[in-house]
Structures are given as C-alpha cells and as structure tokens.
C-alpha cells in the first residue's frame, strides 16, 4: 500500500529570474522557469508540490501572489507554498489562490502563535512547519536560518515539539548540509525527529535514488521532497525534469 | 450552469472550480444562500474543522440546502470536510451536521501502526464497494487524502468506496442523489478530473 508521498521541491528566486536550486542553502543555480516546470511536474503526475521563495524573507518581502496565483492553476494535485508569509492574512491570500498548504519558518520567531492562528481557519493539514538543521563545526546538529533570523529555539528537538505543540500539521525537516549533495539523507536525523513529532514528517536534503527515498521513509518520514534529484541529471547537473514512475514508487514500498 | 459550489468561507473554492472546468463544466462559485436558486448539481467543499464547517453552513445556507437536496432531490457531492457534513455529528466537533447520510464521523484507526502517523496525508488506492457511475471498478483509482476523521456509516448500502490507512476506513458515501468524497478529487489529477466528469455527467 503506497502511502509515502514523493514531493519535488522548487526554489523561486526572483533576482535570479526564476527556479534555482542550491548547494547547502548556497551558490543558486538558475533551472527554469516556474510555471513551466510546474506544468511539467503537473503532466508527471506528482504526489504533490512545494514551491519555495528563497529571497522573499530576506529582501524584506511578502509572497509573490500573481505568480503563485498562476503556478496554483496548473497545479491538479495538492500545492504548498512558503516564503515571506508575514500574517494570517497572507496565509488567507494564499489559500483563496488556490493553494493547499503554507509552509512557515522566520515569521514563528516573532510570532508563534501564528501556526494555531492559520490552523484555526484553515486547519492544521494546511500548516507546515519547516525547520532546518544544520551541523557546526564540532558536528552538532543546529537550527539555520536562511533568511538570516535568529532561531527562537537554542536547540532544533525544542523547535519540532514546539511546532507540534502549536498545531502544525506536518513538519518539514531539512538537512542543510545535504541540500543539493545528491548524498543521500541524514538518516540519523529523520529517526530522531519522527520520534519527537507525531504529525507527517517530510524530509529532506540529499535525496539521489528511490532507494534514498525509501531508507528515509524506513527512518520513520510520512514523505520525501527533494530539489536537485527532480532536476538534475548526470555527473554534470544538467537541467533535466524527471519523476518516478507510479510503478517504480509502487513497487518500492510495496 | 453545471454546477454550482458553495463558498461559505470553509474551503478550497478555487480548486474544486478549476477542476470542474478542466472536465469541460459550467462550474458557478456562490456565497451567498440567496443565490442557489435552482442550482442542479451542488457541491459542497471544505478544509477544517467540523464545527467551524457547520457554524459557516448556519449561516443561512442549512435551510435552501435542505430544500434543494431533500425536497427537490437536486444532486449534492460533499468533499473531505464537506463529506463529513452530510454526516448526523463528529466526534471533533459538538454541532450537529446535515444527518443527511446516517453516519457518524470518527477518528482514524491506524490499528496501532505508530509508522502511520494522523492526518493520513496522501494518495491511496480507492475501491469502490459496489457498482456506481462515480466511482469505477475497472482501472485503478487513486485518490489524494488529507484527513484525520472518517465516516463510520450505519448501512452498509450507502458505503460507496473504501480506502485502507492501517485499517480500512469508508472514503466515499452515497444515498440517493447525495454523494460524499473523503478524499480530494479536485487535487487528484486525471483521476480526480474523470470522477468530476463522471458527476457532470450524472442526470440533473
């Protein structure tokens, strides 16, 4: 029975006029254009889709809703946006937009209160909470911010029970250190935060091969995304859009 | 108009539209109770929590919808939240609902699985319990899902399909002209898009 969803995750970056994908949250490489590798993935059948604004946060601005509007309609199978939501309010925008899940991180430092308050009116399927860790130099798994906001959790375990606490309905767990590697995931770091979170876990971050994909959902991941895997192709990281076949996902969790 | 789909603030209006279009229908957002008119095919989406679902319905729409579907036997489709609406009551929730499928709405059973963690989110394999015109018994049908109760229906009749999370659980009701879908048709690709064509089809 296959119950382990399989999401491509893209990265928007409007100063670098479109999707990107990064190597550990750096050094953005231009991949296309976003609503066509939307249609792409949406012709592809994906489980579902994630779409992520890299810059907004940090340049000080809110979603893109024109273009999240037009990526939305040609989105059949269920959309999570995240990037630069501020408030409920934007929130609220998204999902008349015709997008399914918003995907939260820097706006929780100031306000955390943010995740019951959208849940309230939307649910708490439609709330993800993303953390993303990364090691220092001594090895120890930190939260990162991106954006460059201070985490509000010293230690990145408070950060999943406080995101459970406060009625996310899935977390999105990032590897920093694997982002873009085509390494294969911290498996390590999936096991303990499934533990900790009794919602969905997706997990990202060095996912290569359906065999990646299936040690992570071994881990305890309700679900993988992966960026470069989705885009990349060969030893040269041409720009390439690829997703499973509903037979090979099939028979790998079968 | 083909369909009409109620706006009460409680879903995702846009969606269930666009793919209602994509299947080549006439499909009419409306909010305000007012305007059902004679609606002919009335779908019923919805996100959230149950009693916020039935505290928006309260707001003036319980009444034509009862005419509409009851009385004049117009053809309704609830979806995920709006499924659980046709529903007597919830055990999220303390209003009652329609109680227009003798149901009750309970929690999932994951039959102790803690792999499987609620919500159930994702696609699974949907298999109709009996012959029906929505929901087809020769190819493979999958379904996208997001949902942490069910329907738990008190006639084994009107249980139309079946899905499995842990243990297997009722993802579509129908009694009479009154159809109901756990699961996301709208958010399901070409699956989703022939089960709507399947409803535009339906006679009304």
Known sequence: MLTHRVIPCLLLSQSRGGLVKTLKFAKPKYVGDPINAVKIFNEKEVDELMVLDIDATREGRGPDFALIEDLASECFMPLCYGGGIRNAEDARTLFSLGVEKVSLQSALVANPGLVREIADHAGEQAVVVSIDVKKSWLGKPQLFSAAGVKPAFADWREAVKAAVASGAGEILLNAVDKDGTLSGPDLDLIREASALADVPLIATGGIASLADMKAATDAGASAVAAGAYFVFQGPHRAVLITYPRYEELRALWS | ?204
């Not at chain 2, 999220?92 to 039959?111: F, M, S, Y």
């Not at chain 2, 139309?160 to 579509?172: E, I, N, Q, S, V």
Request: hydrophobic fraction near 45%; glycine fraction near 10%.
């Open chain 2, 1 to 204: 108009m083909d369909v009409t789909i109620i706006d009460c603030g409680i879903g995702n209006i846009k969606s269930v539209q666009r793919m209602f279009q994509a299947a080549d229908g006439d499909a009419e957002i409306v909010s305000d109770p007012a305007a059902l008119g004679d609606a002919r095919r009335i779908v019923l989406p919805g996100v959230g929590a149950f009693d916020a679902g039935m505290s928006a319905l309260g707001q003036g729409w319980i009444e034509p919808l009862n005419r509409l579907v009851i009385e004049k036997g117009v053809l309704a489709l609830g979806i995920c939240l709006g499924m659980q609406l046709l529903c007597r009551r919830s055990e999220e929730g303390v209003l009652p609902g329609l109680g227009w499928i003798a149901a009750d709405v309970k929690l999932l059973d994951t039959g102790g699985d803690p792999k499987l963690k609620i919500p159930h989110m994702g696609w699974s394999v949907v298999t109709p319990a009996r012959e029906n015109p929505l929901i087809p018994s020769d190819e493979e049908q999958r379904f996208y899902h997001v949902h942490k109760y069910r329907a738990v229906c008190d006639r084994e009749q009107d249980v139309l399909a079946t899905a499995t999370y842990g243990t297997t659980f009722t993802t579509a009701v129908q009694r009479d002209n009154i159809w109901g879908a756990q699961f996301h048709p709208e958010k399901s690709h070409r699956f989703g898009m022939a089960l709507m064509r399947r409803f535009l089809a339906m006679p009304a």
